[in-house]
């Protein structure tokens, strides 16, 4: 089982409150169920970071994605996420290879949350 959190669980931006909780709670509720269904059934959970779905809108919402330096340069990748990253995540956590992962939150965030920013 893959739940699907946010990094929000683990950093936050002013007035999310309510959704910083709740991608908590999925974090919590992940080590939860894999105590509870386990050995039977894994459970794991994965906290996206930015990640651009701006070309995957409806055609009337999508407009062009055009990222700047600066937001390249806070991912010490080097880019902005794209959902297939968080597939290859999931992918990887629902197949044998994964076989003992099991009550973890896994941050996909292109190590933007291990970075430190300074404003200027």
């Known amino acids: 089982m893959v739940l699907m ?3 929000r669980a683990l950093q936050s931006e ?3 409150e309510a959704y910083a909780a709740s991608k908590g709670g999925v974090v919590a ?3 939860a169920l894999a ?3 386990g050995p039977e059934i894994r459970v794991n959970a994965i906290s996206p970071g930015w990640i651009e779905v701006g070309d995957r809108q409806k055609a009337a ?3 062009p994605v055009e990222h700047r330096d600066i937001d390249r340069d806070q991912h010490p990748v080097g880019r902005v996420g794209r959902p297939e990253d968080i597939a290859a995540m999931a992918a990887f956590l629902l197949s044998d290879e994964a076989g003992f992962i099991t ?3 896994l941050v996909v965030d292109g190590g933007m949350t291990r970075r430190m920013i300074y404003a200027e």
Request: charge should be positive; charged fraction near 15%; aromatic fraction near 0%.
């Open 14 to 16: 002013p007035d999310t």
């Open 61 to 63: 919402r999508r407009t």
């Open 29 to 31: 509720l992940t080590h």
């Open 5 to 7: 959190a946010s990094t």
């Open 35 to 37: 105590v509870s269904l």
């Open 103 to 105: 009550g973890q939150n």
